[in-house]
T-cell receptor
Framework: DQQVKQNSPSLSVQEGRISILNCDYT??????FLWYKKYPAEGPTFLIS?????DKNEDGRFTVFLNKSAKHLSLHIVPSQPGDSAVYFC?????????FGTGTRLQVTL | DVKVTQSSRYLVKRTGEKVFLECVQD?????MFWYRQDPGLGLRLIYF???????EKGDIPEGYSVSREKKERFSLILESASTNQTSMYLC???????????FGPGTRLTVL
């Protein structure tokens, strides 16, 4: 049973435009959600997180939105840059354990 | 700065061999984790540890064991490597009571 789902395996966006990455979850016990970014041959790096009691968190070009009633979160990147090209994983957290989605590969084109 | 290191970036082993993957963190984190990453499956938790000498099974522990004798070091052991254990192995650590995990660079293991 996949508790965290990223239904889009890939996304292509033009430089300067908005990238929107989506994530759905089924486990209502998650008390935190996180986004990680991963380049090939490197470990994931933490990007941004949101508590389950909030609906938005912003950090520079990155904003995460949480819709608890829909069990949906999204990551917005504005403006997108070529260096943002990577695989993005969302994760739900509870009791210090994370459950990851399958990832979305973002390609930012010139 | 947060630092998690893994003993090897690339490893090639034969079926049936015993394999040790080492992970060291220098942040004095209580929690340590082992994941494997496979295409289309994301990161799956193998084992984790909340303290020295403690270990908990994750979602896919079969064929693996772990050892945590010191706070900074968490070892993943493949008792008898099989081809279906060919994967990218990622170690992570976090502070007790927090969700943000910090990852090492990964070990790409190939079992022939």
């Amino acid at each position: 049973d996949q508790q965290v789902k990223q239904n889009s395996p890939s996304l292509s966006v033009q430089e300067g435009r908005i990238s929107i990455l989506n994530c759905d979850y089924t486990n209502s016990m998650f008390d935190y959600f996180l986004w990680y970014k991963k380049y090939p041959a490197e470990g994931p790096t933490f990007l941004i997180s949101i508590s389950s009691i909030k609906d938005k968190n912003e950090d520079g070009r990155f904003t995460v939105f949480l819709n608890k009633s829909a069990k949906h979160l999204s990551l917005h990147i504005v403006p997108s840059q070529p260096g943002d090209s990577a695989v993005y994983f969302c994760a739900g957290g509870t009791a210090s354990k994370l459950t990851f989605g399958t990832g979305t590969r973002l390609q930012v084109t010139l | 700065d947060v630092k998690v290191t893994q003993s090897s970036r690339y490893l090639v082993k034969r079926t049936g061999e015993k394999v040790f993957l080492e992970c060291v963190q220098d942040m004095d984190h209580e929690n340590m984790f082992w994941y494997r990453q496979d295409p289309g499956l994301g990161l799956r938790l193998i084992y984790f540890s909340y303290d020295v000498k403690m270990k908990e099974k994750g979602d896919i522990p079969e064929g693996y064991s772990v050892s945590r004798e010191k706070k900074e070091r968490f070892s993943l052991i493949l008792e008898s490597a099989s081809t279906n254990q060919t994967s990218m192995y990622l170690c992570a650590s976090s502070l007790a009571g927090t969700d943000t995990q910090y990852f090492g660079p990964g070990t790409r293991l190939t079992v022939l």
